[in-house]
């Protein structure tokens, strides 16, 4: 989508659907990429209602509110609504593997002196983390593993490695962690099912601790597909990308609320 053009458009697209005694509109751009607040952290956006009250060859525009409006990528949207439709809109938000969106705040129970139990709720702003339900291992190699998948990005600079693995619907997570001395008889690794265009199967991340670096196995039916041999951290997140990121986590959904039914993409 040409932001530029639409942005030079809204004035026209929107006439009529802002109050006369109104001089200026808002609206926000949706088109696959990152939104960023104000203080340069990375957020992810709340789904919304409204009414579409334009269409172009390239985007959407849904007023949200009075002098407010949402523009949406046209190629992005799981549905096309006809001008006039009420519309509820899930943008992309990055989730944790319990399907939570991730910038929920973490809860925890504490004890008043009395050993009375109270639930705190922790909210790190900027911070949206999926953590690999994994209990702390004892391998020094697997735990280093777990913390880069959850803190290195992935090559969309927007998700982590781990964000990554939620919207390739991994599940069945399970993991190796060897005593030192079975290290490399039996590798430090965490394997998972995922199921997207690009791959349906089981993919393993190992460590190779003679190269000290990673290896990344695909199977499907129990026979080994493919194998990725020589992977350094920091090339991960993009050697998972090739491997299992369709890309239709960027999807924008769009559901009719009233009006005629929609086209589906």
Aim: with cysteine; glycine share 6%.
């Amino acid at each position: 989508m040409d932001t530029q053009a639409i942005r030079a458009q809204m004035p026209t697209l929107v006439v009529g659907h802002v109050p006369s005694n109104v001089r200026s509109f808002k609206f926000n751009i949706f088109d696959g990429q990152p939104k960023v607040s104000t203080l340069g952290f990375h957020i992810d956006p709340k789904p919304f209602e409204g009414k579409v009250i334009a269409t172009t060859d390239e985007a959407i525009v849904v007023k949200t509110g009075r002098a407010e409006f949402a523009v949406l990528d046209r190629t992005l949207v799981t549905e096309v609504p006809d001008e006039g439709a009420k519309v509820q809109v899930e943008p992309y938000a990055r989730r944790r593997f319990d399907g939570l969106r991730a910038d929920t705040p973490e809860e925890e129970t504490a004890f008043t002196a009395d050993g009375k139990p109270y639930t705190v709720k922790r909210f790190v702003l900027g911070s949206a983390p999926a953590k690999l339900p994994i209990p702390e291992p004892r391998c020094p190699e697997l735990q280093e593993l777990i913390q880069q998948m959850e803190q290195l990005p992935a090559p969309d600079g927007f998700r982590r490695i781990t964000h990554m693995l939620v919207d390739a619907g991994a599940r069945d997570i399970t993991w190796v962690d060897p005593l030192p001395r079975d290290i490399i008889a039996t590798p430090p690794a965490i394997s998972f099912t995922v199921a997207t265009a690009k791959f349906q199967g089981r993919v393993t991340v190992l460590y190779e601790r003679g190269l000290d670096l990673y290896a990344v196995e695909l199977h499907r039916d129990g026979e080994l597909v493919e194998r990725v041999d020589e992977v350094f951290f920091d090339a991960l997140g993009e050697t998972l990308e090739r491997l299992i990121d369709d890309g239709s986590w960027r999807r924008i959904r769009v559901q009719c609320l009233s009006g005629r039914k929609a086209v589906r993409h």
